[in-house]
């Protein structure tokens, strides 16, 4: 956003800019380099940003609906509507959300990017489950979830996790401020 916008009277921010094909590849250059945690915060941040997605939302994704007493959570993976090639390749995720202007779930896809593999939110999303060993719950899970399934991993890397705890809403949200700061340089 330009400076003198940002110093005009009256002006008041009205949300988030968009970042720059630029600062999106300094975030991943960036990312790449911290582990598993940085590859989770990385591939939060393509689904979110290919699937419209608030921070909250993303962060309490799951592999599928769950039933809370009579209510069902949805923001989760939706297989029925997973798209594969002839030759059995995922396409497109499906999705089933639910937004805040939404009376009801709405189903969409996440379709892969061929010519773009680093910035492809499928692969990310798909080698994030894999990585993982993910098969239910939360897809993305808080530090301690993570930690333990580090360790369970490294003892069986053929186990299946069930996630039980998602990162929280404001870890994910520090996590993409502390980001930005150390990736975009004003």
Request: proline letters at 5%; hydrophobic letters at 40%; aromatic letters at 10%.
């Amino acid at each position: 956003m330009a400076q003198s916008t940002q110093n005009a009277a009256g002006y008041q921010a009205l949300g988030d800019s968009p970042l720059t094909p630029q600062e999106l590849l300094n975030i991943r250059q960036h990312l790449m380099g911290k582990g598993l945690a940085g590859f989770q915060e990385w591939t939060m941040l393509l689904c979110r940003s290919f699937l419209f997605c608030r921070e909250f939302e993303i962060a309490g994704f799951k592999t599928e609906p769950i039933q809370r007493g009579n209510r069902t959570e949805f923001n989760c993976i939706n297989w029925d509507i997973t798209v594969f090639s002839p030759n059995g390749e995922i396409e497109g995720i499906g999705f089933t959300l639910l937004g805040k202007a939404d009376s009801s779930p709405v189903n969409v896809i996440m379709w892969r990017l061929d010519n773009l593999p680093m910035l492809c939110p499928v692969k990310h999303l798909l080698a994030w489950i894999y990585m993982t060993g993910i098969s239910s719950g939360y897809l993305f899970p808080s530090k301690n979830d993570l930690d333990c399934i580090l360790t369970t991993w490294k003892n069986d890397p053929s186990c299946r996790i069930n996630c039980t705890e998602a990162i929280s809403y404001e870890t994910f949200l520090s996590q993409i401020k502390a980001t930005c700061i150390a990736c975009i340089p004003y």
